[in-house]
């Protein structure tokens, strides 16, 4: 634990950030999941013992770890920004039914071809989301659907 804690804070010095209990909070947090979270979803977490960040702390503290790229934001729906602390290239699937959001690998998709494109476009980077239903959802769609038959 103690070493995890002094991982981020080297981590955010060597990146030239100030290190705040902010910060850390934030950090800390995102680095200890993979849902993707909102920056509402990190406020909720951090000030569930006690309330220690504000919305606005929370903001700056994104946008500061972003600058930086310790923290990418992750555009999966309209309008909703999400965080993700796995800053190594991946994609994403988003279950279009429950809104899970979960990483695929790289290398998943290493067939594209970008040279394919119509001349004149250069692809600085891209990153690929996958939309469909996850096993929780279909196995729920199957129940649902099964209720909703008649018994012959």
Known sequence: MQEQANQIIRTLKDKGLRVTPQRFA????LLSRSDHPTAEQILTDLNQAAPISSQATVYSALQALRGVGLVREVLLEE???RYDAK???HHHFRCQHCGAIEDIAWETFSSLQLQCLRPGLQVDRYEVTVEGRCDRCQDTS???QDSDQDPE
Do not use: E, H, I, K
């Not at 934030?26 to 947090?29: E, G, L, P, R, W």
């Open 26 to 29: 934030v950090y800390d947090n």
């Open 87 to 89: 800053v190594v290239p």
């Open 142 to 144: 199957d129940s649902d």
């Open 79 to 81: 309008g909703v920004s």
